[in-house]
């Protein structure tokens, strides 16, 4: 598997040779690509142009197989957009459909027209505010995985704002016919915050004439790493990775939902996570912050399920279901948190819940784990192992005594 710095460097060499061999052409002059990388692995390649009042882009997204997305941007003569289409193609996947949507646009209403899988459906939407188109994707669980910043330079708001201006937008996402409220912060002539589902916020980096030339999604759940290169076909690099994901090389699911069953003295423990991949991310301090209830694991919650009361750490747990979170502090320690929530998203943290916080022991390894895992042992008594890179935490779980 090509891994994202290799990838960057040959998108750099062959969109200077396209450039090269395409002197004068304005769909080369005015075009780019952006790439995308988690980890050390590209997820997403997207190449585009503009000629006029026409945006023509292709996407490559990698998860949990490779979809290749072309898209299409029509623009009224003040810079609006008037129609988009969107084609969605699996080419290493079969657990996305393929599909056509197209938006047309007016000041105050879109028309939405999807046409997917032999199902057809049109709709209307009523807006108080002209809409902005945006491309996010991702599938399944990983949606939001890329927002285009390609579309954002069409956002007259955007180019007209000024330091320290906080821009609210609707927007409509050009893949799923989905509305949203988007915030925009200018922090200075060369950064602007673009807001990811009000939870985090992506930074991206301009240049001294507006354009976006990187991204770091590094604070949102999904961080990821956005560089922006020289124009290069998408379309041989997507078959390249349709053929590793049909080899069994493919960067697959970016956090497989994993269920660890166990017992604990005859009884029964489930514990149900998701497991993201290391990919040589550094993960104490940076995917795991210090300081932050981290949701341990990927996507939504973490659950324990138990059907007998259980000692975690010298702490009664009454049976039945909670969602599981961590806190990792800079000076090594860390607490358990058992939470009476559950089936919410990893990121719908309520400390109102808590049940208990329970001191972790904490260990480590001379070769990194890649896949995080959570695991419970029996013994006298068992132990709760969480484990991911170098790190064991670790407490001692066991059939709470009958009172």
Do not use: C
């Not at 990821?224 to 290069?232: G, I, N, S």
């Not at 896949?371 to 064991?392: H, M, N, Q």
Request: no cysteine; aromatic share 8%.
């Amino acid at each position: 598997m090509m891994t994202g710095k290799a990838m960057i460097l040959v998108l750099s060499a062959a969109g200077a040779l396209a450039l090269a061999r395409g002197a004068g052409n304005p769909v080369m002059d005015r075009g780019g690509t952006f790439v995308t990388l988690l980890g050390r692995d590209t997820v997403v390649v997207e190449s585009f142009t503009r000629i006029g009042n026409k945006l023509d882009g292709n996407l490559v997204v990698r998860v949990p197989g490779t979809v290749l997305i072309h898209y299409v941007v029509d623009l009224a003569a003040d810079g609006t957009p008037s129609r988009s289409v969107v084609d969605v193609t699996p080419m290493g996947t079969s657990e996305v459909a393929k599909r056509r949507v197209t938006i047309d646009y007016a000041r105050d209403s879109v028309v939405v027209d999807v046409d997917s899988a032999g199902h057809h459906s049109r709709g209307h939407a009523a807006l108080k505010q002209p809409s902005y188109p945006q491309l996010m994707t991702g599938f399944g669980p990983s949606y939001g995985l890329y927002a285009s910043p390609v579309l954002y330079e069409l956002y007259a708001p955007l180019a007209r704002a000024a330091v320290g201006d906080t821009l609210r937008l609707t927007t409509i996402d050009i893949v799923h016919g989905r509305t949203f409220k988007r915030v925009f912060v200018k922090r200075s002539p060369r950064e602007l915050d673009a807001d990811f589902f009000g939870i985090a916020a992506t930074h991206l980096t301009l240049d001294g004439a507006g354009r976006i030339t990187a991204g770091d999604a590094s604070e949102t759940t999904e961080q990821t790493q956005m560089t922006r290169t020289a124009f290069v076909d998408v379309a041989p690099i997507a078959r390249r990775f349709a053929a590793e994901d049909h080899a069994g090389k493919g960067v697959g699911a970016v956090s497989p939902e994993v269920v660890a069953r166990a017992r604990l003295g005859g009884a029964p423990v489930v514990v149900t996570y998701s497991s993201p991949r290391r990919r040589d991310r550094v993960l104490l301090g940076k995917v795991i912050p210090y300081g932050s209830v981290w949701r341990t694991g990927a996507n939504a919650a973490t659950t324990l399920f138990f059907d007998n009361d259980l000692d975690i750490g010298g702490k009664r747990i009454p049976a039945g279901v909670y969602s599981l979170w961590t806190l990792p502090r800079s000076d090594g320690s860390v607490e358990l948190i058992v939470n009476s929530q559950h089936g919410q998203w990893g990121t719908d943290y309520d400390a109102s819940h808590d049940v208990a916080h329970i001191p972790m022991s904490v260990a480590t390894v001379p070769s990194p784990q890649e896949d995080f895992a959570i695991a419970v042992a029996d013994g006298t008594p068992g132990r709760l192992r969480i484990s991911w890179g170098k790190f064991i935490w670790s407490v001692p779980v066991s059939v709470a005594k009958k009172q």
